[in-house]
């Protein structure tokens, strides 16, 4: 018989369903850029705090006492915070139809968790959300993918490649806008071709909306507003993004009395409630005319970096893709094969990326691990720059870039 303390060391002790997952690639490049000095616009966190007046309000509520469990959905003020600036074309009850949860991740976790089935289908954008697909598999759900393909300067998905894989297994659609890492914001007439497929087959469809603030060129629509949607959608957000607070974990849904109630059952097992201070404060940041002028500047500064960041990398010789939203930009790779002195096609992302910390100092993430198949060709072609940092960390990037590849 094997000895106890020994084969626990010696298997692998993952769950089978989480094996396929590994470590996130955030963790590998991180190490690698650390090792080798690298300038890091791989993960996507802002290196300046938010506003003071959150901090400020936090720790008023810690003094103040509020400290012990939240109630289950949320602290009403917040909830009613949230259910104020909701967009589902119709009031919301902030008691029934709001769950405040552990960030964004945590609320499509709950939602997957407390609405899917083992068995049942559901579809996916990618480039995805790394988060999405281990969700899916602790939900014994299958996940179906739609690719979405960069046609001239953004990336977009055909209707009819949607439209085939939902049938009659579909639960729920997953939709990502604006959408990390493409950048992309699904138009009206986007929203409307997944809206139409939603109702005429019965789907939920979940938005992911964490960066709805953070649009640079067109509007947000929410899908969840579009005709007969409101009933069907599950709206999920935070404050990480939108106030560069991404290390508070705050987060939320938004949906109808029944699917909340679905998705409760799983928040209440998965961590039950919140951190009540920091509640406390994201009321008051989202009732804060101050905090929401402080976004709005830190917005026009993002725009700001992500036109400096998209005109150097086309400087530079990379084929870069507008970004019309959130915190990247994805840059073609094909034009500087030849001044590497690689094939077109004759590398991986993967490959790149370590090369380019290595050789340039700067680290960046190579997009083809957001596919379900990394060999699938549009995988390859472009590296994801985070352009949510300080200017002189970008200019220094730039620097660095331009003397490993001229430009
Ligand atoms: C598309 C998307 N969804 C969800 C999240 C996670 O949000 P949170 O930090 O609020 O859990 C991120 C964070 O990078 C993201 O990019």
Known sequence: MADDATSVRSVDQRAERLRPFGATIFSEITGLARAHGAVNLGQGFPDEDGPAILKDAAARALREEHNQYAPLGGVPAFAEQIARRARLGRAVDPATEVTVTSGCTEAIAATMLGLVNPGDEVVLFQPFYDSYRACLAMAGATARYVTLRRDGGRFTFDPDELRALCGARTRAILVNSPH?????????????????????????AVCDEVYEHLVYDGEHVSLASLPGMAERSVVCSSLGKTFAMTGWKIGWTVASPELTAAIRSAHQFLVFSVATPLQHAAAAALGSDEAWAWVEAMRERYRGNRDALSAALSGIGFDVCGAEAGYFVMAGTGPIAEK???????????????????????????????????????????????????????????RRLRRWLGG
């Open 340 to 398: 590497l002195g690689v094939q077109d096609g004759g590398w991986r992302d993967t490959d790149l990326c370590k090369r380019m910390i290595e050789e340039a100092g700067v680290a960046c993430i190579p997009p083809s691990v957001f596919y379900a198949d990394p060999d699938d060709g549009n995988g390859h072609g472009h590296l994801r720059f985070a352009f949510c940092k300080r200017r002189e960390v970008l200019d220094e990037a730039i």
């Open 180 to 204: 990390n890492p493409t950048g992309t914001v699904f138009s009206r007439e986007e929203l409307s071709v997944i809206a139409e497929v939603c109702r005429e087959r019965d789907i939920v």
